[in-house]
């Protein structure tokens, strides 16, 4: 087949055996899915349609078109094997033999050089099975690259929308305020086997493993949503395809960060102009997120549903019934993440450019306000519980009274991870900082009792900024680090399993609504219905606990001991309980004593074939009991973290590394 491409130049597809060449258009069959007219009898799903239902006349006899299939039909005997071999040149003199011996010497030269590449990668001390799970994670994050194009104003017009029509009606066609949007882009797609498309909370988990593999990939895919062509006007971040309106977790910040230490690992020193970048562009986001999600100005934020989809007693991207507002915990601690992740980026900024230590000043401020909002001394209304020692969601009504809305969920954990620590010489090299800091934050003395961010310096002069002090921090991880609540035998659940048999009921505007714990799959038509945040695990909500932990222990070292599990006995530091975590949630993939992996459930085709039993699938989310895959069965995107977790020393596979370097950020 002979491929000519405007950019690309002309190209030679070659098999080396007779198979029978299927032409059509890579155009939409307009006439099956919108009764319209197609541009051409041959459209892409032709190929379809002629090899499962013998459709002669849905491919181009002409042997000509944008797409093309070489079908091969083999017949096997018991125990017999048979390859196909297709091979795909450019100008200038083919091999001799292209489908030959030089076939052969090219895939073995491809084979052997990515064996080094990994080698190279993957930690030495893994055991042959961990290092088979992070090979195949990083394989996968690498797989997942793909070319996404939306014109949104092209395709507006197309849908007869004039976005500059200041008199034309109310579209309910998506999109329409995002009509700058012009996407041309590689991006690292969450589950490639299905239509393109991103998620920009889950580009930037993405980022993590890609970091370890090509950084300057991930350089591209922190920078890319931040563009002028991305970024709405207003200084939103597009969400997701369906809906850019709607809201992920401003996690691109951290990102960031992981992405700049990583490189400074790798190279030496981190690329300053592109955390420079980014800062500035996180900036106008950052203040789009304080005009447009905090309604009342009170610090307490909201977002909808935040990645969560069905987490929830009522679903977060509507408006509530019958009026009122819904302030949640967990938009609150991302907002106070989000300070503490600006904060770092100022304060290494300023290392070269004093400038910058008024902009770190300015987000540590903004923390001390999130924190005394979310305190109880402001009084009725505060997202924690001092009887229960946990963070739940705060409706407020339109006359202004409160209720909490006591779902136990990741939502409630949310707030310990609102943590950073930071090195004592950033007070060597502008030791105004602190005096300027504290002075400001005292003027508010009795509405932070709880908050960690006094500036006393731990015994390596470090020091903290936290949502949580350490009798409130205590009182979490006892809730979090119980095995009947949170603590799952392969990590923690996104809802605590107490809802099992004490299910959260609650009556508002004469509906009945009613939250579960759900280990598997959602019985909740929210959002489509096909994922379930009432009780599985989750690879992001584990990785920014795992790091809060981290962070956690980086100021209180080996003096913070806590039970893990809860009522086990046993006493651990804030390392130990991320590296026991960090265990669970890689024994997910890794074989058993029984030689089973948990991923697999009870698929017995892939649990006890050895042609199947090594190669894995990356799900989107996991049993919460039991581990077995669910959801997108190839959703590599962010369950690809598992990856950074084997350099998180004891995961269980013999890997040792700096737990900064697993979780940095």
Known sequence: VRVRHPELGEWTLRADRS?????????????????????????????????????????????????????????????????????????????????GADFTRVVDAR?????????????????????????????????????????????LREHGINPWDPNAPASPLRNVMWFHMLAGDVISMPDK???????????????????????????HQVELLLLTRFMHPNGQIPAYEWN?????????????????????????????????RVFHRLLTNFTWWV?????????????????????GIFDRSAPMPGGGTLEQADGTAWMALYCQWMLQMATELAREDEVYVDMALKFAAHFGFIAAAMNPALGSGSLWD??????YDVLRRPDGSTVELKVRSLVGLLPLCATTVFEGDLLDRHPEFLERLQSGLARFEDALPQLAMRG??????????????????????????????????????????????????????????????????SDSGMFGGNS????????????????????LHRYYLDRFRIECPTGSGRELNLLEVATELGARLASIFTKDQSGRRPVFGGIEKFQCDPHWQDLLLFHEYFHGDNGAGLGASHQTGWSGLVANLFLLGGTGVGARRDADEAVAG
């Open 19 to 99: 198979a029978e060449l299927l032409f059509c258009e890579n155009e939409t069959n307009n006439a099956r899915l919108f009764g319209a007219p197609n541009a051409s009898p041959y459209v892409k799903d032709g190929i379809n349609d002629f090899v499962v239902h013998g459709a002669a006349d849905a491919v181009n006899p002409q042997w000509t078109g944008t797409k093309v299939a070489a079908r091969h039909v083999l017949e096997l005997g018991p125990g017999e094997r048979a390859a196909v071999r297709l091979r795909l040149t450019g100008r200038g003199a083919a091999p001799a033999r292209p489908l």
């Open 386 to 391: 001092e009887e229960e020692g946990f963070y």
């Open 291 to 311: 005009n447009r999600k905090d309604p009342d100005d009170r610090n307490l934020f909201q977002g909808g549903f935040l990645g969560l989809d069905n987490i």
């Open 193 to 219: 086997w299905e239509y393109p498309w991103f998620a920009a909370w889950d580009l930037a988990f993405h980022c993590g493993p890609l970091a370890l593999v090509d950084v300057d990939f991930a350089k």
């Open 111 to 155: 084979r052997e050089e990515a064996d080094r590449f990994y080698a190279h990668v993957i930690p030495s001390t893994l055991s042959p099975d961990g290092a088979n799970v992070m090979r195949q994670a990083l394989a996968g994050m690498l797989w997942g690259k793909q070319y996404y194009e939306y014109d949104v104003h092209r395709w």
């Open 532 to 551: 379930n945040w009432r009780g599985p695990v989750w690879f992001p909500g584990n990785f920014i606990i795992l790091r809060g932990l981290v962070q």
């Open 244 to 276: 850019f309106s709607d809201v992920n977790p401003p996690v691109t910040a951290w990102a960031a960060l992981y992405v700049y230490e990583r490189e400074a690992e790798i190279r030496g020193k981190g690329d300053r102009a592109f955390l420079e």
């Open 456 to 521: 006393e310096a731990n015994p390596e002069g470090r020091r903290i900024a936290s949502l949580v002090d350490e009798e409130r921090l205590r009182r979490i991880l006892t809730v979090m680090l119980d095995e009947d609540e949170f603590f799952g035998p392969h990590g923690i659940r996104a809802i605590s399993r107490r809802h099992l048999d004490q299910p959260v009921e609650f009556d508002w505007q004469g509906q009945h609504y009613e939250v579960r714990y759900l280990p598997a799959e």
